[in-house]
C-alpha cells in the first residue's frame, strides 16, 4: 500500500511506464478528509474509464486555506494511508497548493474526473487534458454524502 504513495517525479515516470504498455490514464483529486461513501462513488466511476487512476490529495495546509481552520479532520499521512489502501487506485500523490493544476499538467491523463458538485467549466486542468485529446468527466454526484454535511451531522 505505501508503494503506491508517491511523489511527482516518481509519478510521472509511473504514469510514463503505463502510456508505454498502452494504458489509460485518469487523474482525480480531492481533500478526502473523512473518507465516505461518495468519495467511493467517485473513485470508482473514475477507475472505470481507465487502467491506472492516480489521486491528488490536498496537503493539511492546502485543506485550511480551502476549507478553514478547523479543517483538515484527518492529518494528510492518513488521508493519503486511506486512499492508498482503496483497490480501484494505482497511485497517490500530496500536493501543496490550492489544485492540482502543476499536477495535471505534469502527468498529462487521458481523463480528468470529478465529483458533480464541480460544473465542468470550473474544474481545474481541463483545458490542459482537452487540449491533449483527452476527456472531462463529472460523475454525478450522490445527495447527502459530502464531507462538510458529515461534519454538520455530527456537530448537530
Known sequence: MREKIVDLPRLCEAVAAARAAGRKVVFTNGCFD???RGHLHVLREAKARGDLLVVGV?????VRGLKGPGRPILSEE???????ALEMVDYVVLFDAPDPYDVIAAV???VLVKGGD???SEIVGADIV???GGTVCVVPYLKGF???EIIARIRS
Not at 490536498?58 to 492546502?62: A, I, K, L, W, Y
Not at 492518513?78 to 492508498?84: D, K, P, V
Open 34 to 36: 473523512l473518507l465516505h
Open 58 to 62: 490536498n496537503s493539511d495546509r492546502s
Open 78 to 84: 492518513e488521508r493519503l494511508e486511506l486512499i492508498a
Open 108 to 110: 498529462r491523463p487521458d
Open 118 to 120: 464541480w460544473a465542468e
Open 130 to 132: 482537452i487540449g491533449d
Open 146 to 148: 459530502s464531507t462538510s
